[in-house]
């Protein structure tokens, strides 16, 4: 199998993988492999067979891997890969920073906006001693809603311009994502260089001393206010007819009619934060208010079905007063309290409850406050971001079109677990679960410029979409699609004087090569 192996090699060249994992972590002249060279071949693995490190030494056996990186699959045991791992793993922020440099400046990406997040991976494993300096798998909040599970999490910064993650970082377990903001914007600063920097991130980019330290350093900022910030009763003031409409159309839209279409208004004013200390300086920040009548419509349904799930919870229960299950009015009370929280009526939900003194059996009575319900009902849709960007840079419009792009870094995160197949982590200690993360991160980094190029190639000739790229069909490229078309090209390995052999790919795998720029015959 070749597959997409020599577009990977090649796309490794440019961001010069090899060249800076050896220049940090050489290796003795007499070793057969340096650690540059298994670092490629692990990019390589991730992206066309993903599958447990103990297997990678099988599939370089049965893929090209000695045509197309020069390395011989009999030395890639688990052994020599774990020493890889281990090398690497010290100069981890030194490679993310500057393999991410390499691929701005090889691939001309736009680093002016660059969108911020944290995801969760799963591991299999206690862990119950980790190696101090890197991160830890520790218990938190996990994405994948295992909590029985330790975890080690992953911060993403991807770019505006063709959703590429020009840097990454791993953190503990259990680190909380406020905390990580100032470190992630100073090494972003460090790989924008001198260019204004806009960050934006989801509400955990909100503190006031994160606000502060990009106030002072000259970042800019957008990210929604969470209910801490801006309270619900604010969001409750404003009002659909005095806000302004925004010409934006959610990806989920694009294909349906103008009347199905979602709907956005938005409206400004300013707010004040306050630091902890009397010495600290008042913020002054733009809010925005933001109206989606999707969101509306969707927490409106969402309440429509809590509340008619409390009630049949509700009769239930009195069906069953006096019986085994509610035979005192303690019984009664402790499960109208559950049903409260678990379906998240508590606030509108009144309930008495008491003992009938001719049966001796419990009573119940309830309601729903409607007036509590109403003020509920009066904040659906409706969202702040709170910014320091200038009026005059961007007005209240651009700024939301400017937050809608944070779906691209969950968009890769996605294909963090997805097409790359990282779903539960095993390794010996932490050392290298860190230095697998950063494989798989410059795995994730290919995966996107080989989306982005294709796209740009195809923007060039004014076309959006790859012929029989999906079942036949033509498709909007997106790595994995790419990856799949490529997946079937084949080698006929050299024998004696005659060189290897690349059988005829189909036209579509040679549209994809054409437009990638790459000669499947170019091998190493």
């Known amino acids: 199998m070749l597959g997409a192996l020599p577009v990977v090699a090649a796309f490794c060249s440019r961001l010069r993988i090899r060249e800076l994992v050896d220049a940090a972590c050489p290796v003795r002249d007499v070793a057969g492999l340096t650690h540059g060279q298994v670092i490629e071949v692990l990019v390589a693995n991730r992206l066309t067979s993903p599958a447990p490190l ?123 994502e406020v905390s990580q903001v100032i470190g992630a914007m100073q090494a972003l600063q460090r790989l924008a260089g001198p260019q204004p920097m806009l960050m934006i991130g989801d509400s955990k980019l909100i503190s006031y001393a994160n606000l502060a330290a990009m106030t002072t350093d000259g970042v800019t900022f957008i990210a929604p206010a969470s209910k801490t910030y801006v309270k619900a009763e604010v969001l409750a003031r404003q009002r659909l007819d005095q806000a302004q409409a925004v010409d934006y159309v959610a990806a989920r839209d694009a294909g349906k009619d103008a009347d199905r279409r979602g709907t956005w208004h938005v409206a400004e004013d300013t707010m004040t934060l306050a630091g902890p200390r009397t010495k600290d300086p008042i913020l002054t920040l733009r809010r925005i208010f933001v109206h989606s009548s999707a969101r509306a419509q969707a927490a409106a349904t969402a309440r429509a079905k809590k509340l008619q799930r409390a009630r049949d919870d509700l009769a239930r229960l009195e069906r069953g007063l006096g019986g085994r299950h509610y035979p005192s009015e303690q019984a009664v009370a402790d499960r109208v309290t559950a049903i409260g ?87 010996k200690n932490n050392r290298r679960i860190n230095a697998l993360i950063t494989v798989i991160c410059l795995a994730l980094l290919i995966f996107c410029l080989i989306e982005r190029q294709v796209r740009h190639a195809l923007t060039a000739q004014d076309k959006t979409k790859v012929n029989g790229l999906y079942a036949g069909r033509p498709a909007v490229p997106t790595g994995k699609l790419i990856l799949d078309a490529l997946a079937g090209i084949r080698l006929i390995p050299g024998t004696g004087q005659s060189p290897p052999t690349i059988p005829q790919p189909t036209d579509l795998q040679l549209h994809l090569l054409d437009l990638l720029n790459i000669d499947p015959r170019d091998l190493r």
Request: with cysteine; charged share 20%.
């Open 54 to 176: 103990v297997h990678v030494q099988e599939w370089a056996r049965t893929w090209a891997v000695g045509e197309a990186f020069g390395v011989d699959p009999e030395s890639l045991n688990d052994d020599r890969i774990g020493r890889a791992l281990d090398a690497i793993a010290p100069h981890l922020d030194h490679l993310a920073g500057s393999v991410g440099l390499a691929a701005i400046e090889a691939f001309g990406i736009d680093v002016g906006r660059l969108h911020w997040d944290l995801t969760s991976i799963s591991l299999q494993g206690d862990y119950e001693q980790a190696e101090p300096g890197f991160a830890t798998p520790k218990f938190g909040h996990p994405k994948d809603r295992r909590p029985d599970l330790k975890q080690i999490q992953a911060g993403l910064a991807v770019s505006s311009d063709g959703a590429v993650p020009v840097f990454h970082r791993a953190y503990d377990g259990g680190a909380g």
């Open 341 to 427: 929280r678990a379906r998240r009526v508590s606030t509108c939900l009144t309930a008495v409850t008491g003992t009938d003194p001719a049966t001796g059996k419990p009573t119940l009575t309830w309601n729903f406050d409607q007036n509590a319900i109403d003020a509920e009902a009066a904040t659906d849709g409706w969202y702040a971001l709170l910014t320091n960007l200038a009026p005059d840079t961007a007005d209240a419009g651009h700024l939301l079109r400017h937050y809608k792009g944070q779906e691209a870094v969950e968009r890769r995160h996605q294909a963090f677990k997805g097409p790359l197949a990282v779903t539960h982590l095993y390794l």
